[in-house]
């Protein structure tokens, strides 16, 4: 009986990680989906192989995966595992769950953005424009997916103009984008390049 009793607080003590971790991962979505490299410890001070991801999103992932098993048909825990994946910088295995997410809730506007950004990141770059247009064809001024479509004009196609006139769309309709003068710092420095 008592065996019983430490499984139960146990997977409670787990369960409750993984929900504090996931609504954490849930309310940070809305920033950039392109980000910034985070400040790395070094190996030394870590003790980790390299390669291996952080503790944190390591735990959190085991989590999400139990609570995923439990309820297949959760969209919401496989875009967390999904998220989960992408903060760790392992984008080919966060395509996956956001795929299936996408199954069991379609056309979600953040999800497509997100998986568009890991194809990006994996080197599939038609694939991500691809996806960003559909995003932007059915929520034509979702800030994310006018702001990742930028980046890959810009980075893959050498497309200059046609990031500048995407961005320019994506501050006309979202002014409160988290990045607006950033944004219009790197429209400036772009239609310079031009003269």
């Known amino acids: 009986m008592r ?3 430490v499984n139960l607080l146990f997977s ?3 369960a409750l990680l993984g929900v504090v971790s996931a609504v954490s991962v849930y309310v940070n979505r809305n920033q950039p989906v392109i980000r910034d490299a985070p400040a790395a410890a070094s190996r030394a001070e870590t003790q980790l192989p390299e390669g291996h991801p952080p503790i944190d999103l390591s735990n959190r ?3 999400l995966e139990e ?3 439990k309820e297949p048909q959760n969209a919401e825990l496989k875009v967390q595992i999904g998220n989960t994946y992408y903060d760790m910088g392992q984008y080919q295995k966060a395509i996956g769950p956001y795929e299936e997410a996408l199954k069991l809730k379609p056309q979600d506007p953040a999800v497509e953005t997100d998986l568009a950004t890991c194809y990006h990141n994996i080197g599939e770059h038609r694939k991500a424009l691809q996806i960003l247009d559909g995003v932007l064809r059915s929520h034509p001024d979702f800030p994310m997916a006018l702001f990742n479509k930028g980046i890959v004009l810009q980075a893959v196609d050498g497309d200059v103009k046609g990031a ?3 961005w320019e769309r994506l501050l006309q309709t979202n ?3 988290s990045r607006t ?4 710092e790197r429209i400036a420095q772009l ?3 031009l003269k």
């Open 12 to 14: 409670a003590v787990i």
């Open 3 to 5: 065996n019983a009793g």
């Open 67 to 69: 609570m995923s098993r």
């Open 181 to 184: 003068a950033d944004l219009e």
């Open 175 to 177: 002014p409160d984008f």
């Open 61 to 63: 992932l085991v989590a």
């Open 191 to 193: 239609k310079a390049s």
């Open 164 to 166: 500048i006139a995407v």
